[in-house]
Antibody, heavy 121, light 106 residues
């Protein structure tokens, strides 16, 4: 059974870059899409972007200028970088496997446990 | 940009049927999925491709999608079903989430 685990600093200073890694265990990262989603405290879910194991990406247009998602198949993990962060980027960040079929059927499953990142000086 | 609208809250009595709507322009022409999120936990997929249940999801969960509204239905609602529920769709190469509905079982 595939499991995902987020890791990275829980505190980031304003204007700096948030960096997180999602390690995939119990299965290969190959042949799938992988995604980052965030949830500000007490609010709803926001999709950040996804990456295919080959390296192709697609980002939420509202974050595109600040987001980079990369993949390392040799380590079976993928990563998120979000630059120039502000307090509005404070959220629980989740990684998830993204299912995307030719018929535009999409869903996220499974999800990691999430990691809270606070932006504060 | 595409939007999915959910009511902030829905209440249901134990054993009754709960219906959680998710509306969007021509949503019936898109595929919708649903997530359940309990406090302090990660979201869990409970429905995909409008009406398919993932393995391990109880049969009391069902889904439909037609016109402008997708609906998650929980029959014989139990206390353990109390949670936030989010719908999600795909539009113009973008993932869209609904704002979420808090289901209260009382």
């Amino acid at each position: 059974q595939v499991q995902l685990q987020e890791s990275g600093p829980g505190l980031v200073k304003p204007s700096e870059t948030l960096s997180l890694t999602c390690t995939v265990s119990g299965g290969s990262i190959s042949s799938y899409y992988w995604s980052w989603i965030r949830q500000p405290p007490g609010k709803g879910l926001e999709w950040i972007g996804y990456i295919y194991y080959s390296g192709s990406t697609n980002y939420n247009s509202s974050l595109k200028s600040r987001v980079t998602i990369s993949v390392d198949t040799s380590k079976n993990h993928f990563s998120l970088k979000l630059s120039s962060v502000t307090a509005a980027d404070t959220a629980v960040y989740y990684c998830a496997r993204f299912e995307y079929t030719k018929s535009d059927v999409t869903w996220f499953d499974p999800w990691g446990q999430g990691t809270l990142v606070t932006v504060s000086s | 940009s595409y939007e999915l609208t959910q009511p902030p809250s829905v209440s249901v009595s134990p054993g009754q049927t709960a219906s959680i709507p998710c509306s969007g322009d021509k949503l019936g022409y898109k595929y919708t999925c649903w997530y359940q999120q309990k406090p302090g936990q990660s979201p869990v997929l409970v429905m995909y491709q409008d009406s398919k249940r993932p393995s391990g999801i109880p049969e009391r969960f069902s889904g439909s999608n037609s016109g402008t509204t997708a609906t998650l239905t929980i029959s014989g609602t139990q206390a353990m079903d109390e949670a936030d529920y989010y719908c999600q769709a795909w539009d113009n190469s973008t993932v869209v989430f609904g704002g979420g509905t808090k289901l209260t079982v009382l």
